[in-house]
């Protein structure tokens, strides 16, 4: 099961009446209670039994979840400062416990020959609900991740700067020079087809590169081969998950908590730079020590008028997950 629970602290405290709010006016049931131990013991059963006949089962992202007390969330991010933004007696984190690389590169022709549009959309979608629920890092973020190391966060950066700033590092002589150059990196890391064009056309003939509307997303799905209709049909179903979610405020007043890994990576290609980068991402936290295994740490409502509402909202994000990860199923391997 991708979903993991585990409870860190079970102090009670100030946990009686955010406990009594979720059992009198949340979903959870006094059934799913079964231990003898303290009352943080019960509601951790309860909470987690709720989670679990709600967590798709999925084929691409890996997540958990965990209940830490105010006590263990700041234990979290005092590293950076940010224990005193914390003041919630009870956090649901958000757990990414392990990262898996799967790679779209092979896919990313079909998608164009169908429409050239598409492939862009399908990665714009992806991002939107990335944001709305599970980390991932996607071709844009591991673009983002060189820009941070190699070209001075610059991500749009000419080969003329790039070069400058990489005969300084690496020295004016190195042939490792050309190798860097935005001109060789970006077409495979993110190449131009995933994002939409901007600015005028020069010359260019066919169809303008945009996300497309719903209704040319359903033109396509009922009218290109079995491959694409599945990939359009996958798109609308997240696409219906995010709209849904309109109005969820489960990450309103969460506190972002440096993750170790993400849900999975999507790369163009894994042996084009991928593992130099994750295995820099990695070596770099192993000697700062700066990161969690959680995305989030999400305060859990007391106001029992609050309580529903973020059940909802957490029902919504397993919707976009479930959504999200079929997609990532059908255009990955």
Partial sequence: MPAVARLRHTDEGDLTGLIRAHFEAGPL????????????????EAMFAWLRRRTPKCKRLLF?????????????VDQFGWETDLSAPLYLAIELPHEQIFEIGARMHPLQRAHPGLLCSVMELIN??????????TPSYFLE???????????GVSDEDARESLADRLGADSEDIERYLPSNVRPVLAPEEMFPERGKRKGRKGARRRVLKRSEVLELASSSCRWIQRVCRAMLKLDDALQRAKGSKLFEHSQWAEPAYSAASIAVFTEEWISELLDDHFECISNSGEATLYQALIPLASDPQQVPKQYEDLSHMFEIVKALDQLLTIISR
């Fill in 128 to 137: 939107e609900a990335s944001c709305n629920s599970l980390f991932l890092r």
């Fill in 29 to 44: 049931s006094p059934r799913d209670a079964r231990s003898s131990g303290n009352a943080g013991d019960m509601f951790a």
């Fill in 145 to 155: 991740m060189f820009a941070r190391w190699w070209w001075d966060w610059d991500e």
């Fill in 64 to 76: 958990g979840f965990a209940l830490l007390d105010q006590a263990a969330a700041r234990d979290q």
